[in-house]
């Protein structure tokens, strides 16, 4: 039984969940290298059990039986290109996330939801609006990257970006343990690894005394507290001067370089004068600024700053010595349903990072991570 009350076959939701000792408990009986077998199937090779042809038939159905459903593709749209594919997933218990797959010249990265939902309620976001309904578990969010690493092939799946649904910070043990999952098990590094945050302060300072430097996203939206306050409530809890503290020690213990992502709202924070107040938070820790113009959500329907306006704002910033990256925004159209996801696709801090997101049609996928 799950602190949610869900009984799931084996216990917990996801294959992904159960330990190599858990594993091999479930293969009681069998050759103890068989555990460590099917593990790397599930792991480096993300195969279903069913899939597993170097294991003797009646061992794949019987796993096939005993492991957990883990996560169900309910729709996977592509864009015409093939280059980006976003999943809903329904989980065991029947929440859906989503994922995001996005291939540049450069990497391929992966988007993933942290959590379904988000008690962090921030305005202008289509997770937020909808609430809170659960963590999810080590093994959904490291079953994400295992789907999307699959439908990859044969590209390389280079970056992880938790900038899916879901406040990770907020979730911090199961995703601190995805995240070591996919630096040992799936052998991507820490730095191609970008926590993406609203502000969590206690977790920010816990990820600085962490072994592996991941990358760390910071959502600022407002460099002022009384806007920032309306935006992100959090901010009330914690406010733009504890969080520039939390973040310079960020800085200072990893030696990564942080980056901030401001979704550009017409006529709320493109103003000349929030770009000044922006360029005075990010320049002191010689941060790089992600600007994204507002992907407008049933919740809060103003739209996204103009491009005209987008490109003085970051002028505006270049002239103040801050770097700066402008995201496209394509995808909106396609993207109702979540309001975010495709419309961010952050990763790298430095590249020019021209999406493909496209016109995306939808198709039922049957067999999911198949593109
Ligand atoms: N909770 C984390 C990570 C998930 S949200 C965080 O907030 O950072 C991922 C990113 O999508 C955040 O930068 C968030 O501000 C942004 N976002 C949310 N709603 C959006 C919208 N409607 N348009 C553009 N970006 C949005
Ligand atoms: Fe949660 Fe991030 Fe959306 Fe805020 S922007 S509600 S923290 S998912």
């Known amino acids: 039984m799950t602190e949610d009350g869900h009984r799931y076959r084996g216990g917990v939701p996801s294959p992904f969940d159960l330990s190599l000792d858990e594993l091999a408990g ?59 594919q976003k999943w809903l997933w329904r989980l065991a218990d029947g929440s859906q996330v989503e994922s995001v797959l996005m291939r540049y010249e450069d990497r391929v990265t992966v988007c993933v939801s942290s959590q379904a939902g988000c008690a ?4 202008f976001c289509a997770t937020g609006q909808g609430g809170f309904e659960r963590h999810l578990t080590t ?81 600022l939206h407002a460099a002022n507290d009384t806007l920032r306050d309306q935006l992100v409530p959090l901010n009330r809890r914690y406010p733009l001067a504890e969080l520039a503290a939390a973040c310079r020690r960020y800085v200072a213990a990893s030696g990564r370089r942080l980056s901030l992502e401001w979704a550009l709202i017409d ?8 770009a000044a107040e922006l360029a005075a938070f ?56 979540c309001g975010q996801l495709a419309a961010r696709a952050a990763d790298g801090t430095t590249t020019s990072g021209r999406r493909h997101l496209g016109r995306v049609t939808m198709r039922h996928a049957a067999r999911p991570g198949r593109p």
């Open 26 to 84: 479930l293969l009681d009986g069998e050759p103890s290298f068989r555990a460590r077998q099917v593990w790397d199937g599930l792991h480096r090779r993300g195969l279903r059990p069913e899939e597993m042809t170097d294991l003797p038939l009646g061992l794949r159905e019987r796993l096939a039986e005993a492991l957990p459903p883990g996560l169900t593709a309910v729709a996977c749209r592509s864009s015409d290109e093939g280059s980006t």
């Open 120 to 123: 962090m309620g921030c305005t």
């Open 139 to 219: 093994g959904e969010i490291v079953e994400q990257v295992v789907r999307a690493r699959r439908a990859a092939a044969p590209d390389r799946l280079t970056n992880v970006v938790f900038m899916g649904m879901g406040e990770p910070l907020a979730n911090y043990d199961r995703v601190w343990s995805a995240v070591r999952r996919i630096h040992d098990e799936l052998g991507l590094s820490a730095r191609r690894l970008t926590l993406s945050t609203v502000g969590v302060v206690p977790g920010i300072d816990r990820l600085a005394t962490e072994d592996l430097p991941v990358t760390l996203a910071v959502s």
């Open 267 to 274: 006529g709320v924070n493109d103003r000349p004068s929030d």
């Open 282 to 337: 990010a320049r002191p820790l010689r941060a790089h600024v992600n600007l994204i113009p507002l992907n407008p959500t049933p919740g809060y329907p103003v739209r996204g700053t103009p491009r005209a306006r987008v490109g003085a704002f970051r002028r505006h910033l270049e002239h103040a010595g801050v770097a700066v990256t402008v995201r496209d925004t394509r995808g909106n159209d396609i993207d109702a349903a």
